[in-house]
């Protein structure tokens, strides 16, 4: 019994890291394919353009990235998030397949790539104000606020820059929800370990 509960506690606790794995796939992508394009500049680039299959010789890498990243988040979102804020998993599982669609359907394929894009930064958003409301999390409504004024900002020419500026930092800032939707389930998954391993011991020591 206890061995079987040790299993079931290491498989959980897997799925709960996968909330930090799966974002973290994507950046280490997104930093190589720009660290081996000397060509890439965010005063004049998308991040998509690093994923052009004829133009980009690291579409593979930030292709692949993006795949595996999305892939990972909608299980996390599924097995994990589900549990602790449902109606943010379900956000946040479109988020992650419209994530996985952004590398599948690349700028090759014109108005799909934009399309796919744009449903994929609209729904990090709808994710991250769903968050707040539900877990009444500040940090959520902080992080809409910073990814929504970014691209305000840009859009009214504030700044200068490409694309690629206020995609990294509305993406950064839905990140933050999820990694503290990671920690928060990681804190309670332990304190139920704990309790759990407490009223077994306990009626070991009955038995006894």
Sequence with gaps: MLIRRRKEYLRDKILHLLGIIGPLIAYIAIGLSIY????????????SDLGHAQRSGVAPIFNFGLLASGFLITIYSVKSLSEYAKYTSMSLTFSALMLQ????????YGD????????FFVSI??????YSIEKKSILAALAFTVGLSSWILYWAGLYKSGVAVPE??????????????????????????????GHTGSNAHKRS
């Design 36 to 47: 081996l394009s000397p060509w890439f500049r965010w005063e004049s680039n998308a991040l």
């Design 125 to 130: 958003g709808f994710s991250c104000i769903i």
């Design 168 to 197: 990294i930092i509305s993406a950064v800032a839905a990140t933050l929800c999820i990694v503290q939707s990671t920690f928060k389930i990681l804190n309670a998954h332990r304190n139920k370990s704990f309790s759990m391993h």
């Design 101 to 108: 669609a952004v590398a599948a359907f690349d700028e090759i």
């Design 112 to 119: 799909l790539h934009f399309l796919v894009s744009i449903l």
